[in-house]
């Protein structure tokens, strides 16, 4: 995929939170730190436990999120993501290993902004990275809000 296809596909996704105050500027700059990646179904994208290196914007298929438990070999699914979704966040704030597998449940296709590339970015246009980072802290907030939720909702 081309930069300018590449471009297109994120012009596409605007509506998501994570590039929902980026205008066609900011989008233009963006888009060439971003990689095109395509996962055939029920292949692993990452296994919890590996070091984490990028964080992915589902532009079609689906992923299955899913978390081991305390019984080996038993693994919880906590998400299905679809088209929009992103997916691997948590590795661009911390240096922690994945918290999760990630396997695609059908044809997948991606945008994977990698850790260093998203670094460079930052340095280059760092008002455009400041609004890419308050839109990933705004879902990292809606995340632990829901989650919070789950676990009141049990107890």
């Known amino acids: ?29 963006i ?6 990646a395509t996962y055939p179904a029920h292949t692993v994208v990452f296994k919890e436990g590996e070091p984490g290196d990028f964080m992915g914007f589902i532009v079609s298929g689906k992923l299955e999120v899913k978390k081991q438990t305390e019984f080996k070999g038993n693994q919880l699914i906590i998400a299905i993501l679809g088209s ?20 695609a449940v059908e044809n997948t296709t991606m945008l994977i902004l990698r850790n260093e590339t998203l670094d460079n ?23 632990l809000r829901k989650a919070t939720e789950r676990l009141t909702d049990i107890f």
């Not at 888009?31 to 095109?36: G, I, K, P």
């Not at 929009?84 to 396997?103: C, M, P, Q, Y």
Request: aromatic share 8%; net charge negative; glycine share 4%.
């Open 1 to 29: 995929m081309t930069d300018h296809s590449i471009c297109e596909q994120l012009k596409k996704m605007r509506h998501e939170m994570i590039f929902s105050q980026l205008d066609d500027e900011d989008i233009n700059k």
């Open 31 to 36: 888009s060439s730190f971003f990689e095109l």
């Open 84 to 103: 929009g979704a992103l997916f691997g966040e948590l590795s661009i704030f911390d240096s922690h290993n994945r918290s999760a597998t990630v396997e």
């Open 121 to 143: 970015f930052m340095h280059q246009h760092p008002v455009t990275g400041i609004k890419v980072l308050k839109n990933l802290i705004r879902i990292l907030s809606l995340r």
